[in-house]
């Protein structure tokens, strides 16, 4: 049989019986749109947090205390090893290819000025800071390179904390409280927004030796590095624990690499998107069954027809893919709108909730649509077969 | 060019055996007009139905143009009906969804036959069978009569060598049955061997030949008028 044939002959069954095909399209079609509409949020989702994660370089290694197994509970959490120290921070700084270092700790603290209060998020770091987390400043100049185990008392405030406590006039120069102590403005941070739901503009900034006064702490929280680009990863990361060892006696700290951090967020956003589409699934396997249940219908329809046409030179291979090739084409077209129907959907949810990021890519509407007609398949095997075996004499005789 | 010898067809009911057909020898030569009457039950479309490959003796042997068919597989089954057999049945069995010449056409279709010759063909059996002005009309469209005219044009739209008719005029009135009975018998004039399958006396009285059948057996097989 021809090709133009065989389209033609499936084209007629499925034309004959209009609102049945559709209503079978349809089922197919809002499977797949589900299937689009889920991953295309769960992808959108998945490309927005990574975007968030990455603005930060990917050449910054964060050093944080204590082992911690895969994805575990820290051992050190028991509290047996060493704190990371500013020393320790202060020795990392003079690796080869360490660009920048910085220690940080955070807290929450009242700040005071301009006779306003506000809680706010303090961090204690270094000089450094700008630099390995990219992060401008909007006036003046950030912490001073200072003597790390005794800095002046000088702040840099977050923009928002700026706006609530001075409004429109200019706090460099003027001093503050935080958390009772008293310091002086020397710079302004550019805005930065949000990160994961975490406000960096509602943010001080202190000399570390003073966070770790404050807050009452004896280690940092992480040590951060940056190193310059080029140098293998590996050669930073054996570099770090090499030195980390050698001032702690064993490994008592973790070392986490910005690639590691996102395959463990990437994995994660996987599975994510992975079960929004398994339960995209179900709605195509309902679509599925739907597939099943009329080409079965038409074969026990069209039964005199198919007796007829073995009479008439048919092989049973070529009752086979009449039929297979019937609900192939229902899956098919059923899927070509489902994306179309599913594309638009999304496009649309984004329009009306801007905050929703959505992402559709070509690969997934790839797959999708070969889902569909592997669905089609599926579904028609079991009826196609059925058809292609029937006796001929038998089915002549069926009216 | 039909020959089949010692062929039985069995049928299991339940815990009983039918003898549909029972020790069936038979010759019919090229171009033969046969008909084939007997009581219902008597294995008249059983024999239509081997003798159409559709069905399978139980035993026997059944030559058709020198070939065994006993020995033939699915596909060279499928081809020998494309090729040499064209059916015709007492309900028609038109395609409901398909134009007259869609359906005449299926034959060629089914064979991969390119449209241009499909084309040529399906026209010239539509004029000799006077259905040229029905070509595009569907089978609910034609009068009974016409129904099957457009059965038979395709049945013979590749030319078999052997038309099997069961009771082509079972569902037609006396004069459309007669008019499908005239074109039969036309084609039988251009050299297809016809064989119908027939309760009306008038009709096996213009065979050339005639088969009384009774339980499975052919009790006379009379030649000539
Ligand atoms: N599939 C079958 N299963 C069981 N018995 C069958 C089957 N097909 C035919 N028979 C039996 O075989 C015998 C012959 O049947 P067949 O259809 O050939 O008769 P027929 O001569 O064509 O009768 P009619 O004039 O009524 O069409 C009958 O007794 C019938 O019951
Ligand atoms: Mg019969």
């Known amino acids: 049989m021809l090709a133009k044939d065989f389209i033609r002959l499936t084209g007629s069954a499925i034309i004959s019986h209009k609102l049945r095909s559709f209503l079978t399209m349809l089922g197919i079609a809002v499977g797949i749109s589900a299937v689009v509409i889920l991953t295309s949020i769960g992808e959108g989702v998945h490309r927005f947090i990574l975007s968030e994660f990455t603005q930060f370089g990917t050449t910054l290694i964060k050093v944080s205390p204590g082992k911690t197994q895969t994805m575990g509970m820290s051992i050190g959490a028991f509290g047996t090893e060493r704190p990371l120290s500013i020393d320790d921070a202060e020795a990392l700084k003079r690796l080869s290819f360490a660009k920048s270092v910085v220690g940080i700790i955070q807290g929450n603290a009242e700040v005071e000025g301009n006779r306003r209060t506000r809680r706010t998020t303090v961090f204690g770091t270094g000089h450094d800071f700008p630099n390995a987390f990219s992060m401008p400043l909007q006036r003046g100049q950030f912490l001073p390179d200072d003597d790390p185990l005794a800095p002046r008392a000088l702040a840099v405030v977050g923009s928002k904390v700026k706006a609530e406590l001075f409004g429109d006039s200019n706090p460099i120069g003027r001093r503050i409280r935080i958390g009772g102590d008293r310091y002086r403005v020397v710079g302004i941070m550019a805005s930065k927004g949000q990160v994961l739901g975490f406000d960096l503009d509602d943010t001080v900034y202190i000399p570390l030796a003073r966070g770790l006064e404050m807050f009452n702490r004896v280690g940092l929280m992480e040590i951060d590095l940056l190193y310059h680009e080029g140098v293998p990863e590996d050669r930073v990361v054996s570099g770090i624990r090499r030195l980390l060892v050698t001032r702690h006696g064993r490994e008592d700290f973790t070392i986490t690499t910005q690639r590691q951090m996102l395959d463990v967020m990437g994995s994660i956003l996987d599975i994510i998107t992975f079960a929004v589409a398994a339960i995209g699934a179900i709605s195509l396997l309902v679509g599925g069954i739907g597939i099943v249940t009329i080409m079965t219908i038409a074969v026990s329809e069209r039964t005199a027809e198919i007796g007829l046409i073995r009479a008439l030179g048919a092989r049973q291979a070529q009752i086979l893919s009449l039929f297979l090739g019937e609900a192939v084409v229902l899956s098919a077209f059923g899927g070509i709108a489902g994306l179309i129907g599913g594309f638009g959907i999304a496009q649309l949810l984004h329009l009306l909730i801007p905050a929703l990021p959505v992402h559709t890519p070509w690969t997934y509407v790839l797959l999708a649509e070969a889902t569909a007609i592997a669905i089609g398949l599926a579904a028609g095997v079991i009826p196609a077969r059925r058809a292609a075996r029937l006796d001929p004499v038998e089915a002549l005789r069926d009216e | ?225």
Do not use: C, W
């Open chain 2, 1 to 225: 060019m039909i020959r089949l010898e010692q062929i039985h067809r069995d049928f299991e009911v339940g815990d009983q055996i039918v003898h549909a057909l029972n020790d069936i020898n038979l010759d019919i030569a090229h171009g033969e007009y046969l008909s084939v009457m007997g009581p219902s039950g008597s294995g008249k479309s059983t024999l239509l139905n081997i003798i159409g490959i559709l069905d399978h003796a139980t035993s026997g042997r059944y030559f058709l143009n020198e070939q065994n068919v006993t020995d033939m597989d699915e596909l060279a089954e499928s081809r020998a009906r494309n090729r040499h057999i064209g059916f015709v049945f007492q309900s028609f069995h038109l395609v409901p969804r398909l134009t007259a010449a869609q359906n005449i056409e299926l034959p060629l279709v089914l064979a991969g036959i390119a449209p241009a010759l499909r084309r040529q063909k399906v026209q010239q059996v539509l004029e000799s069978l006077s259905l040229a002005d029905r070509a595009h009309h569907t089978p609910d469209q034609l009068s009974g009569g016409q129904r099957q005219r457009v059965a038979i044009a395709r049945a013979t739209i590749t030319e078999p060598s052997v038309l099997l008719a069961d009771e082509p005029t079972g569902n037609l009135d006396q004069k459309s049955g007669s008019e499908v009975i005239v074109t039969l018998e036309a084609l039988n004039q251009r050299g297809i061997t016809l064989i119908v399958v027939t309760h009306d006396k008038n009709i096996a009285d213009r065979s050339l030949r005639s088969l009384q059948m009774v339980d499975g057996r052919v009790v006379s097989d009379r030649h000539g008028r």
